[in-house]
C-alpha cells in the first residue's frame, strides 16, 4: 500500500485523489509546519511526501524514510532539498515549474511599483490621521518611465518580468549564469556583466534562486555599486542577500529602498533591524499566492506523485546539480 506523507493542510479535492490510489497522514494546519519529530516519524512507512520550503530534506530524512519514491515540492526553488543525496538515493524529486512564472512576476511587479511609489508609507499616514493638506513633494517616489531596470536572475520568472516592463517604457538589462541571446530581442534586454547591472540600473529586481553560486550575491560590495536612489526588490531567495548590508546600505542611503518578498530566516525575527526601516517593504513570501496557482501548484505535486506511483515520468522532475 502506498503512503503519502502531506506536510500542509491541503484542500479536500487534492487529498481525495491521493486516497484513491494511497494512505495519506496529512499535518492539519495550513500556517503552521509539521513538526520536524512528527515528520521523521510519518515518513517511516511513506512511499511518497508532498512538502513545502519549511521542510529540510537532509541525510536524517532520508535516512528515516527508506520506503520513499517520490518527494513532490510545493515550489519551483528547492534548495531545502538535498538533491543529489535524494537522487543517489533512488529517490524522484519534482517541484513546481511554470505553474507560478506569472503570478510571482505579477507580484513582483507589484512591489517594485508600491516601493517606487512609497504606497505602504503614505497609506499608513493616511490611517494614522496625519494627513493636513496636500504638499509638492508629499511621498514624491520614484518614476518607472524611462528608468533602467536590471533583472538578475533571467529564468523563467525573470523572463516574465522583463516582458511586463516592456508596456512601461524603460530600457532593461539582465545578468544571469548563462546569457539568453535568443531572447534578448523578444524582451528588449541588454546582457550586462553584473558591476554594470549594479551601477546603471534605478531598478534592481533580484529572481534568482539560492544556489552556490548566488549566495550572498548581494553584498556590501554590492550595494556600495549601486546609485544612491536604486530601488532594490528580491522575489527570488532571501540568503541571496547579505541583509546586514542590506540594512547598512538603506540606513546610509547607499540605497534608496527596498521590497522583499523572501528573507533568509522566514518568518522574519520582529527584532530584524529591517522592519524598522522605513523605506524597507517586507511580504511574507507570497509570490504564488493567487487561489489559481497556488491550486495548480498543489495539483502539480499530486499528479507527480500519482505517476510515480503509477510507475510513469513524473510532469516535473528536478534534476541533480
Ligand atoms: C512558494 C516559491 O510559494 O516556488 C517557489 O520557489 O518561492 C513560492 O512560489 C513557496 O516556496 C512555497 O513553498
Redesign the pocket.
Known amino acids: 500500500m502506498e503512503k503519502v506523507v502531506i506536510t500542509r493542510k491541503i484542500p479536500q479535492q487534492f487529498v481525495a485523489q491521493l486516497e484513491s490510489v494511497a494512505q495519506v497522514e496529512m499535518w492539519d494546519e495550513s500556517l503552521v509546519p509539521m513538526p520536524r519529530d512528527q515528520f521523521l516519524e510519518a515518513i517511516q512507512d511513506a512511499t511518497a511526501c508532498f512538502i ?2 519549511s521542510e529540510t530534506i537532509d541525510e536524517e530524512v532520508i535516512t528515516a524514510a527508506p520506503h520513499l519514491k517520490i518527494i513532490a515540492n ?4 528547492y534548495d531545502n532539498i538535498d538533491i543529489n543525496l535524494v537522487n543517489q538515493n533512488g529517490i524522484i524529486a519534482t517541484n ?1 515549474p511554470g505553474v ?1 512564472t506569472e503570478t ?1 512576476a505579477e507580484l513582483g511587479f507589484t512591489l517594485m511599483l508600491t516601493v517606487a511609489r512609497r504606497i505602504v508609507e503614505a497609506e499608513k499616514y493616511v490611517q494614522n490621521g496625519e494627513w493636513q493638506s496636500w504638499g509638492p513633494y508629499l511621498f514624491a517616489g520614484k518614476d518607472l518611465n524611462n528608468a533602467n531596470v536590471g533583472i538578475y536572475g533571467m529564468g523563467e520568472i525573470g523572463k516574465a518580468f522583463a516582458r511586463r516592463l516592456k508596456g512601461f517604457n524603460t530600457n532593461i538589462m539582465y545578468h544571469n549564469r548563462t546569457r539568453h541571446k535568443d531572447d534578448e530581442e523578444a524582451l528588449g534586454a541588454l546582457y550586462v556583466p553584473f558591476d554594470t547591472l549594479l551601477q546603471q540600473s534605478d531598478f534592481v529586481i533580484c529572481t534568482a534562486p539560492l544556489t552556490d553560486d548566488t549566495k550572498d550575491k548581494f553584498n556590501a560590495q554590492a550595494f556600495e555599486k549601486m546609485k544612491k536612489d536604486a530601488i532594490f526588490i528580491n522575489i527570488g531567495r532571501g540568503a541571496v542577500v547579505d541583509e546586514q548590508a542590506l540594512v547598512h546600505a538603506l540606513q546610509n542611503e547607499q540605497i534608496a529602498a527596498c521590497g522583499l518578498d ?1 528573507l533568509r530566516e522566514e518568518p522574519i525575527d520582529m527584532s530584524h533591524p529591517l522592519l524598522a526601516l522605513p523605506n524597507a517593504v517586507i511580504v511574507p ?5 493567487s487561489v489559481m496557482t497556488r491550486n495548480r ?1 498543489i495539483q502539480l505535486c499530486v499528479d507527480n506523485i500519482s505517476r510515480v506511483f503509477n510507475q510513469e515520468q513524473p510532469k516535473t522532475p528536478i534534476m541533480s546539480n
Not at 510545493?74 to 526553488?77: D, K, L, R, S, W
Not at 513570501?285 to 499566492?289: L, N
Open positions: 513545502t520550503l510545493m515550489a519551483v526553488g513546481t507560478l510571482t523572501v513570501h507570497i509570490g504564488s499566492a501548484m
